[in-house]
């Protein structure tokens, strides 16, 4: 297995020595004198183990995270912040530093809200909300961060009942590019408070508290995996895009096909409306179920093994022809495998208006994200499969990418993922972060002129480098500014 060995910040300079690269982490705070206390942490995505930082810093508090966002500016160093660290594109991995805000795993539980740290990750929220018989609206996988999946929209089998994770944040605590820290909320900086919920992380601040609303769980909750030989895929498919959307929001079946096998899986008050040729249907109490899912769902990435995927929202059903096509398509092709995992959508995430939070896809009938995996990086056979696979589908998709399933080949990536809040969003950028300390490939751009790389403050928008591997980009993380600034009023 892969690890990132925590740098102990009183050993900078001695790991500085053994670097040519590591000269910028030779001041780091003397007084962040945490990372002693932490065991090796495993990157959870294997294609981007190859990407080594310089120092890893755990962070226990927003005092913390100043300190070190103070030294990373003077420094002008590379840097990411990591939370759980399962960022598709990698974003949470840096050749230079990466904050980890891990070590602020609290969870406060009370009053209809749960208040958590950075750091903390699925399981724990779940398993704190347990003994109250309450819970949040988000995914399964217990060492999933909770600040990239709500920072991101969050989907789950709550969803279609409560909404995004995002739609449930009330309040959050932010560390600015200028080393201040806020506190957002519906009132308080309210323009970065609605910017958090649906964007994306990593573009405005380093977020090191998220206060929560709670729904009741229920007291049992019918788990599903229901299967059908490939030859049924298109008609299965077919089928479900008919159903699932338009099921009670109480319904969270989700399609998987991976051209062997075709799933409805999922959770809801009742089983599907269908019948698989071999069924597991399991009535549980709610937190056995989420443990259940995430032990039968779709597995993370295996060791050794890279997934490369796409995505788009849907409005309308697709074609049978396409559907054919597709399934044909996934059943011949190269990779380790293939896969196609349709979302419902509907339901609660459309009742929030568009523009009522940063996240736009407010109006879909499915997610369909499309993956191959590879044993090591993809060769152009498997990445033209993928790109011809996406192609069948584009034509009939709404253009509109959920941020949490970056894309590094999107032609207009700011257009995908943030649709038509992207002006009032690059306003909230320009306000918070006017100098773009805050950014990596596809990231929000303020225009203005970078200290750095010295581009024109007339490029509203960076080109966008269609980089054919993953951790070249990531390996190329953008260094930060050195110059100060004073943050302006937001408008």
Request: proline share 8%; aromatic share 8%.
């Amino acid at each position: 297995m892969a690890y990132l060995r925590y740098v102990r910040i009183a050993d900078a300079p001695a790991h500085a020595a053994r670097s040519r690269s590591s000269a910028p982490f030779a001041g780091i705070p003397g007084n962040m004198r945490h990372a002693a206390e932490f065991a090796p942490v495993e990157v959870p995505i294997a294609r981007f183990r190859v990407i080594t930082p310089e120092a890893v810093v755990p962070c226990r508090s927003a005092a913390d995270v100043v300190a070190v966002v103070g030294d990373v500016r003077r420094r002008g160093a590379a840097f990411a912040v990591r939370s759980g660290g399962h960022c598709f594109a990698g974003r949470s991995s840096a050749t230079g530093m990466v904050m980890d805000v891990g070590p602020m795993d609290e969870v406060v539980a009370g009053d209809g809200v749960v208040t958590v740290g950075a750091g903390a990750r699925l399981g724990q929220i779940y398993d704190a909300l347990e003994p109250l018989g309450r819970t949040i609206a988000g995914g399964c996988g217990p060492t999933v961060g909770i600040a990239g999946l709500t920072l991101g929209g969050g989907l789950g089998i709550f969803g279609r009942r409560h909404g995004l994770t995002c739609d449930q944040l009330v309040a959050a605590e932010v560390v600015l590019a200028d080393g201040s820290v806020v506190e957002c909320d519906a009132h308080r900086e309210p323009d970065l408070f609605w910017a958090l919920r649906g964007a994306g992380g990593g573009q405005f601040g380093v977020v090191t508290r998220l206060t929560l609303t709670t729904v009741a769980a229920p007291p049992a909750i019918t788990c599903f995996d229901l299967t059908w030989p490939h030859e049924a895929a298109a008609e299965i498919i077919e089928a479900w895009q008919e159903w699932s959307p338009d099921a009670p929001d109480e319904m969270a079946a989700s399609l998987l096909a991976d051209g062997r096998t075709v799933h409805v899986f999922g959770a809801g008050d009742g089983r599907p409306p269908v019948r698989g040729e071999t069924e597991t249907v399991v009535e549980l109490p709610y937190r056995e179920a989420k443990r259940w899912l995430a032990e039968n769902g779709p597995a993370d990435e295996a060791e050794g093994r890279f997934d490369y995927s796409k995505s788009e929202f849907f409005r309308h059903t697709l074609p049978a022809s396409a559907v054919e096509d597709l399934a044909s398509h996934l059943r011949d092709g190269p990779g380790e495998r293939r896969e196609l995992d349709f979302s419902p959508w509907a339901g609660a995430y459309n009742r929030t208006p568009t523009d009522a939070t940063a996240f736009p896809h407010r109006n879909a009938r499915f997610l369909l994200k499309q993956t191959i995996s590879t044993r090591g990086e993809a060769g152009d056979d498997e990445r033209r499969w993928l790109h011809e696979s996406w192609e069948i589908t584009r034509p009939y998709g709404a253009g509109g990418v959920y941020p949490n399933f970056p894309d590094p080949d999107l032609e207009d990536p700011l257009a995908a993922y943030h649709g038509t809040n992207l002006d009032r969003l690059e306003r909230v950028k320009a306000a918070y972060d006017p100098d773009n300390f805050f950014r990596f490939p596809q990231s929000l751009w303020t225009g203005a002129p970078s200290t750095t790389t010295g581009e024109p403050s007339a490029v509203s928008r960076p080109p966008w480098r269609r980089s054919q591997i993953m951790s070249q980009w990531i390996a190329d993380s953008f260094v930060p500014p050195v110059s100060g600034y004073e943050r302006p009023r937001a408008r």
